[in-house]
């Protein structure tokens, strides 16, 4: 979403957002003075307004799935209408090459200067509130290949408000967003440094990064 966007949304729709749907929300003050990759827990499609919320009014961009319910042509044309005006990243998590593709688009987002939300579980958790699952190791390669820090984001409440499965949203205040200190690896950057990111090596750091990120999330979370 560029800043004109965004500082549109931050004037007018945060305060319908936090009207309608935020009761608390901690750690906005831990946000970098530079760009950053944020990674937030994931239980519902509310949850790119959510996490949406702590990036505005600055210019960032979001990586979103495209391998789902391709059969309905309306549901396609909105989804893509949405994707175009918010600067979505569209990922087919099927194909190799699209992860390829996204990864790369993703790092040439960070250094142009936006803020990059992602979500490390790579999808929205069936297993219900609270339930956080496993990382994917995407996070911890777009660390390492911009050294830029990442600002681990819990959101809690979104699942009861649409779960997968539903279409129409519950309106309640019951949301809380917990914002936690930016995280950086600077010893895992080192020893990545001279890696080529297709080599194995690089692949577990890759992953140890994110199996930090998603616990400081879990931490979050159950602070909130």
Request: hydrophobic residues 40%; charged residues 30%.
């Amino acid at each position: 979403m560029n800043k004109i966007l965004s500082w549109f949304c931050y004037i007018f729709l945060k305060p319908i957002v936090d009207l309608i749907f935020i009761k608390k929300v901690k750690g906005l003050e831990n946000r970098p003075k530079t760009n950053f990759i944020l990674a937030a827990n994931h239980q519902s499609h509310l949850d790119q307004i959510f996490t949406a919320y702590v990036a505005v009014p600055r210019s960032f961009r979001m990586i979103g799935q495209v391998d789902r319910y391709n059969e309905r042509i309306l549901t396609k044309f909105f989804r893509d209408l949405i994707y175009f005006l918010a600067g979505v990243i569209p990922l087919d998590r099927r194909s190799p090459e699209s992860k390829r593709k996204v990864i790369k688009k993703a790092v040439d987002v960070l250094k142009k200067g936006d803020i990059l939300i992602i979500y490390p579980e790579g999808t929205r958790t069936r297993l219900g509130e609270g339930k956080i699952q496993k990382a994917k190791s995407g996070v911890g390669k777009l660390h390492l290949l911009t050294s830029l820090p990442i600002l681990p984001v819990a959101v809690k409440g979104s699942f009861l408000l649409l779960p997968p499965g539903k279409v129409f949203p519950k309106i309640k205040k019951i949301i809380k967003i917990n914002v936690g200190k930016p995280m950086i690896f600077e010893e895992e950057i080192k020893k990545a440094k001279n890696l080529d990111s297709n080599f194995e090596e690089f692949k577990k750091i890759s992953q140890r990064i994110a199996n930090e990120v998603i616990e400081e999330i879990k931490n979050l979370y159950q602070k909130i």
